[in-house]
């Protein structure tokens, strides 16, 4: 993350160039505030680091002279810090993000930073749970909360996050116009990406339970989801609320509420479902993301085969 010490140690050239190609990205792009963050706090480090390495702050000029051997010096200095492969990666990524733009608008030759070489990880499989885990561990959060209403709120969201694949953000970011739940809703999730999600039976009866019993009135433009004070449920209540159930049902501590939309997705891709289909319902921009649940099937044949043949 970088500090006001790096801020400083930028030239107000570089600080202004790097604040215009954030606005284009969020609004050209769309990007999210998440992602700007991130995109800020990576190149405004890798800035701070190469003007202290050339001596001092310096001007557009200098970063249209950075080498080879400065890439070297920076990804080494990053790892130094404890920065593990998979960071570094994407540090390296918003880097050259930054530089692609600037290259054009300034008109000089980027290759030393295009042409470096992100460090190789091996890419982490979702961990999605099993169908009988996934409904026990929803049975669960229905006993652990002493307010009815708070137990009939915890089982909708986590329902939506199971039944309709919604990122935490999303079914959090729902609101009272949102309720009766439709037949399909339309998400905006990252990037301002729209799309349609079909609402199952169960997810909506789950939600019209807790708008029965939820104590707080519902208002068009207030959050559907109440904490217990009336303002809005928080994502960490929900983790917290996940991570007693998950103790108790002695679940990995992979079983988070992100891994109930990635328990969607497997449980789809298993009962057949078309992946263009599981990646638009999932809202992912690259098919090459949804693909990855493709190889925790795999993974899971081979598993069952290893197992179960006799000559495994």
Known sequence: MST??????????ARDALQTWLDQQRALKGAAENTLTAYRGDVTEFLAFISVHHGGTSGLGALAKITVSDMRSWMA????????????????????????WLAEREGFEPTAVLATRSPKFTKKLPRPLAVDAA???????ETQARDPWVAARDVAVLTLLWGCGLR??????????????????????KGGKERVVPVLPAARDAVDAYLRVCPHPQQAK???????????????????????????LGL???????????????????????????????????????QAYTAVDTLRLMEVYNRAHPRA
């Open 168 to 189: 935490i953000s999303e079914a959090l970011g729902l609101c009272g116009a949102d309720a009766p739940l439709p037949d399909v809703l339309r998400i905006v999730g």
């Open 252 to 290: 990995p501590a992979s079983a988070t509420p992100h891994a109930m939309r990635h328990s969607f997705a497997t449980h789809l891709l298993d009962a057949g479902g078309d992946l263009r289909a599981i990646q638009e319902l999932l809202g992912h921009a690259s098919l090459s993301t949804t």
């Open 222 to 248: 207030e959050p559907l989801f109440r904490g217990v004070r009336g303002g809005a449920l928080s994502a960490g209540a929900i983790q917290k609320v996940m991570a007693s159930a998950r103790m108790q």
């Open 4 to 13: 006001p010490q790096d801020t400083l140690a930028i030239s107000p050239a």
């Open 77 to 100: 200095q990053t790892r130094s810090a404890d920065v593990g492969p998979r960071s570094l990666a994407r540090k390296l990524s918003a880097v050259k993000a930054f530089y692609r």
């Open 135 to 141: 409904r026990e561990l929803i049975s669960c959060v």
